[in-house]
């Protein structure tokens, strides 16, 4: 079955610091990661998928299937990037897809 | 375009009662799948259903169900309530199933459920 493990509950870093939130997964077909972001008090909205490789808000995760990872890194954090983070993988085959979820990550920002 | 809707926002309810909350998608959009939030489990998928037809189901007893209309809108139920069932329910819409490529998925801003 697939899985998505974020190790950290928390992570505070002072802003201007480089951030790294953690995403390992374990499945066996081909993955489709993404980041969520929830700010407070705003719903859970997309921040970035693998496929696009793109930065969003000076975010930019890699796809590294030898270590199964997605980490998140941004080389400076500011302030507003205070908030959860979730890590997901889209699952597909097998007559059932979906999306599994880490568990998050809280990111502070402290000034 | 409007977003992802879902009522109620809050409710109590006993335990042993049922409680049915509704999700309007994103304008055109044809799936919606349903998610529960809670501190110690996190994010876990329910269901999702596209063009009124429950495509995938996650690891969830029968107690929750769902179904989706011709709309698109959907409901999700849970019936015999327990005290563990308390938590955010979260939907989220997309134009494509959730095993599709390219898909974005939307979300919207959770029923806070608390069974006392």
């Known amino acids: 079955a697939q899985r998505v493990t974020q190790p950290e509950k928390l992570l505070s870093v002072f802003k201007g610091a480089p951030v790294e939130l953690k995403c390992n997964y374990s499945?066996?077909?081909?993955?489709?990661l993404f980041w969520y972001v929830q700010y407070s008090r705003q719903r859970l909205q997309l921040l970035l998928r693998?496929?696009s490789r793109e930065s969003i808000k000076g975010f930019t995760a890699d796809l590294n299937k030898g270590e199964t990872s997605f980490h998140l890194k941004k080389p400076f954090a500011q302030e507003e990037d205070s908030a959860m983070y979730y890590c997901?993988?889209?699952?597909?085959?097998?007559?059932?897809?979906?999306?599994?979820f880490g568990k998050g990550t809280h990111l502070i920002i402290q000034p | 375009k409007a977003g992802v809707t879902q009522t109620p926002r809050y409710l109590i309810k006993t335990r042993g009662q049922q409680v049915t909350l509704s999700c309007s998608p994103i304008?055109?959009?044809?799936?919606v799948s349903w998610y529960q939030q809670t501190p110690g489990q996190g994010l876990q998928f329910l269901f999702e259903?596209?063009?009124?037809?429950?495509?995938n189901k996650g690891n969830f007893p029968g107690r929750f169900s769902g179904r989706q209309f011709s709309n698109s809108r959907s409901e999700m139920n849970v019936s015999t309530l327990e005290l563990g069932d308390s938590a955010l329910y979260l939907c989220?819409?997309?134009?494509?199933?959730?095993?599709?490529?390219?898909?974005?998925?939307?979300f919207g801003e959770g029923s806070w459920l608390t069974v006392v």
């Open positions: 499945y066996s077909g081909s993955p489709e």
């Open positions: 259903y596209f063009s009124e037809t429950q495509r």
């Open positions: 304008s055109g959009h044809r799936s």
């Open positions: 989220a819409s997309s134009y494509n199933p959730l095993g599709g490529d390219g898909n974005t998925i939307y």
């Open positions: 997901a993988l889209r699952y597909s085959g097998g007559g059932a897809d979906g999306l599994t």
């Open positions: 693998h496929i």
